[in-house]
């Protein structure tokens, strides 16, 4: 890609240009609003920004966010709405584009309803968190037991619980990969249903396609499978990116969920979907609370298409881990290879003391290994812009010298 494509994505990106051309695309008439949009998407001053979406000076590496700020065609799909969210939007093409991309039967688009086409292989939620949560709801109701690794994300099983359902965790391997033989060891009678997450978070490690394939045969059809996957377009082959969905078509109890969060960079969106065979589909519609907002799913519909965002998210990551990569080697610090957003580190000191200093400090904000896992001395970090990755290093190694 371009130099100067990139700084269109990136922090050259000229918004007040960009909104001239989109607020006119609108075509509206009400302009004292359109200047206040126009205002507040300028920002509060022209001070150089430090990290997009959040306030300069802080470095926020710990929510496994989109660092580059969001995609420009993304934001031009919400402007060329804006002024029409009085109405219930739909976006009828987005299921048609979801389902080609992933390879599975596009339903009958003629005359698609507003909850989506009949007999769809895939559901949209608020945030891939919307389909965990149906899955949950689904199939946990009745108490029974999750299979999960740990560490793992965890959330399905806590939802589980919330629901009378045991969860049942299951230790990594000593390369931090999901054990897939002792995880099909765990189920009796009472399993309702196993979640694999790849790749894993906080891991980063992911469940090659064979594995998978050989895992999700292995399983009683009675049992659900269901394979999350919000970071697998962060994966280096683009083998690796295909995942679960080719799998789907042969068993009826597959659910794969992704997001928009990630790589597609609309984390404060939420939007997410589930790919799975018509009548789980129909199951887990039954299971959700709401309704996607139609900014998201504009957004969500035009991301889709930009190659170009989504191959500079894919660089710049790369990028980050890299040098993570490479200085925690000099530093003489364990890490886990990621195919991830992120990369978990052992930092040989006290986890929660090493954050605390970051944060208090520096202004640098990672994810806790203990306070999430247990991991005493280990921390999860995303890849972030060049300058976001040098501070947390930075600041990282005057820590660990006064800690
Ligand atoms: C493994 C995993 N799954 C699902 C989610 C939920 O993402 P969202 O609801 O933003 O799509 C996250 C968020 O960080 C995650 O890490």
């Not at 949560?133 to 009745?142: C, E, P, Q």
Request: hydrophobic share 40%; aromatic share 8%.
């Amino acid at each position: 890609m371009s130099d100067s494509k990139k700084r269109e994505i990136g922090a050259g990106f000229s918004r007040r240009g960009f909104l001239k051309g989109a607020i006119a695309g609108a075509g509206v008439a009400a302009f004292g609003l359109r200047e206040a949009a126009a205002q507040m998407l300028q920002g509060p001053s022209a001070q150089p920004v430090r990290g997009w979406g959040v306030p300069p000076g802080l470095v926020r590496l710990s929510g496994n966010e989109m660092p580059i700020g969001p995609s420009p065609r993304a934001v031009e799909a919400i402007m060329k709405v804006l002024y029409s969210f009085n109405r219930y939007g739909r976006v009828s093409e987005i299921y048609e584009k979801v389902t080609r991309m992933h390879g599975l039967p596009v339903p009958d688009m003629s005359n698609v309803p507003f909850g989506g086409p009949p007999n769809s292989w895939v559901t949209f939620g608020a945030g891939s968190s919307e389909v965990l949560f149906a899955a949950a709801s689904a199939f946990l109701r009745d108490g029974g037991e999750t299979i999960e690794a740990t560490p793992g994300y965890g959330n399905i099983s806590e939802m589980g619980v919330g629901f009378g359902a045991k969860p049942v965790f299951v230790p990594v391997r000593s390369d931090f990969s999901h054990d897939l033989p002792a995880m099909k060891k765990a189920i009796n009678s009472n399993t309702k249903m196993i979640i694999l997450t790849s790749p894993g978070n906080p891991t980063g490690v992911l469940i090659p396609y064979e594995e998978l394939k050989a895992f999700v045969a292995s399983i009683p059809p009675e049992i659900i499978v269901f394979s999350d996957e919000a970071y697998i377009d962060f994966a280096r082959s683009p083998e690796d990116r295909i995942g679960a969905a080719p799998l789907i078509k042969d068993h009826p109890n597959l659910i794969v969920a992704r997001t928009f969060s990630k790589i597609y960079g609309m984390a404060g969106l939420g939007i997410g979907y589930g790919l799975a065979q018509p009548a789980m589909i129909k199951t887990l519609n039954l299971n959700k609370g709401g309704r996607v907002n139609m900014l998201s799913l504009h957004a969500a519909n035009a991301a889709l298409d930009d190659h170009d965002y989504i191959a500079y998210a894919r660089e710049v990551t790369s990028n980050g881990k890299e040098f993570f990569a490479e200085k925690f080697k000099e530093m003489g610090l364990e890490y886990v290879p990621s195919e991830s957003s992120f990369m978990l580190v052992n930092i040989k000191k006290d986890a929660d003391e090493v954050c605390r200093k970051l944060e208090q400090e520096y202004r640098v904000i990672v994810g806790n290994g203990n306070a999430r896992w247990g991991m005493k001395t280990w921390l999860r970090v995303t890849a972030g812009l060049p300058e976001e990755n040098e501070a947390f290093m930075a600041a990282l190694q005057k820590v660990l010298v006064s800690s």
